[in-house]
């Protein structure tokens, strides 16, 4: 309990986040009384994507980063939106004027508007700690799920409930901002997880960029599953509309304990292992129980729950990695997740050699499951390699540059006797009497004499660490570039990534926390406190609180102290 009390800070953006979710669902998917809302659910959400996809290209071509007052903005907008559409559904009701384009419409209008209200909670946490993102994302969808339920028993009320549900957005983010963010909370990380999994950052951005893939062919079978096998949404009885929503909060609080309690790999390996179990299940239940498909529409839904939570745990693993604006990273993982579970939905719908064949559904599907677990493991145990054939390189280099500088401190003790024993001779040498300073390139009598500089070790290993950031590949440079994980190629891309560098070599030294680090890195740069609260999200007092606290840390007194003590003592 007493580590419970730690998050208590995040309460008013995890609601905020569960009420954006309910708005979503109550309107867009009927409040999951059945698995969908056939196409106008997926199908709205194509038409959705489509313009997100627009607003993503934008972003990346233009590198664009928001400010905290524009995000704001956009937010507020996208409540009242959200709010608008989810109230306006049940009154066209009543007023006589509902069509299904009127309908279809209005929920790409709540998908737009619900999704970007979505990204807005994501945001606030990204750079948090693993099991901090865990606990935010898995305790907002099991509270989403109890709004979502109680919902669905109310009828069209439940509409009104949603709308209201979704204006209350408004006093979680007042709350929010005058609380800690996720990433002030320290929080364990297990080295074999999204947030810490790596010891180089390229193995982290080669499993980031596997683990989307992974799960938007997942995301597949997840689409075929929701209409299985005709295409038409899969009605809930009362007793397995429950089933559902207790299963789906029982997974949650395991997963949020097993963090908690520091298990290893649960959101890698046991992730995944897990949803695929239930892809695996629900193919089973559909072949067992043919008229009574509810039963394996449990696991399902269930199923596409936990791709919820995941996909929103991956989107600010994505965000604390990147260096583009946390946006692109939200709208790229909505459209590989949500994209391809609808692209699968809607060609159910539509492609009738495809509803009219179940064994074609089947062996597809059962295809998909495996190319998931091929890709994501398969991955997990190429990075686990490289990194251990990196690690070994690296100690047989140090060795040899160790040797070597071994056998030249041997000679130079040999030509230091020699030098000794003859210093009136290398006095009278004109070579040495007449040179320039040997930092000129003039010689000396430590050179006359077969003295050789010694190499810089420290700088041979950054050299090789370089080395070691470097994409092995074209195809593979243009992806991890594609999903936002490169550096970036501009001069301040460049300038901001070597201070971030030289920030945690001096977090290491000086024991600096890894807020403190974020601080230091932008502050080194010449950003303002004000203008490095708003790029971290926190307020200003917070900002210079942190550069105090470095200031006493490195017993270093200005900016330039601390350029200064970059330059000389940083790779």
Known sequence: MKLLTLYIPLIPSILGLCFARAGLIVAGYGSYTHTDEGIFTDGAMLAALSIMAVIMLVIGVRKIRLKKRTTNRIMRTCIVLEAACVLILPLAHVAGAFSPNVHFWLCVAVTFFGSFAIFYWLRRARGCGSTTAVLYVFSALAISEVEIYVCSLIGTYGFYVAAALALLQFPCMLSARKNKLANDIESFTPNDDFFGFATTLLSSKRFLTATATSIGVLS????????????????????????????????????????????????????FILLELFACAALVLYAAFPDMPDIGAVFTTTLNALLVAFTWYIIIAFMSFGWRDPYYYALGGWIVWLGCRAIARVTLINVQSLSTNDLLINAIMGTCVVISTQVALGQFLKVSQMEADERHDLHVRRMERLEKQLSRAQANVEALTILKDNAGGYGECSACVNAAPVGAGGASPLQCAGIM???????????????????????????????????????????????????EQMGKQFLLSDREVEVLALYALGWTQKRVAEELYISPSTAHAHIKRIYAKTGL?????????MDQYTS
């Open 220 to 271: 597949i079978v997840d689409g075929f599953l929701r209409g299985y096998p005709d295409g038409v949404p899969i009605a809930f009885q009362p007793a397995t509309r429950v089933a559902y929503g207790l299963l789906t909060i029982a997974i949650c609080v395991i997963v949020i304990s097993m963090m908690m309690h520091k298990r290893k790999s649960v959101m890698t390996v046991g992730m």
């Open 557 to 565: 007194h200005s900016r330039q102290e601390i350029l200064d003590f």
């Open 453 to 503: 500089p010694t190499e810089n070790v420290d700088q041979d290993e950054a050299a090789d660490e370089s080395r070691n950031a470097q994409p092995d590949s074209k195809h593979g440079m243009r992806l991890v570039r594609l999903m936002g994980l490169d550096e970036g190629d501009s001069i301040a891309d460049i300038r901001k990534a070597t201070m971030r560098n030289n920030a």
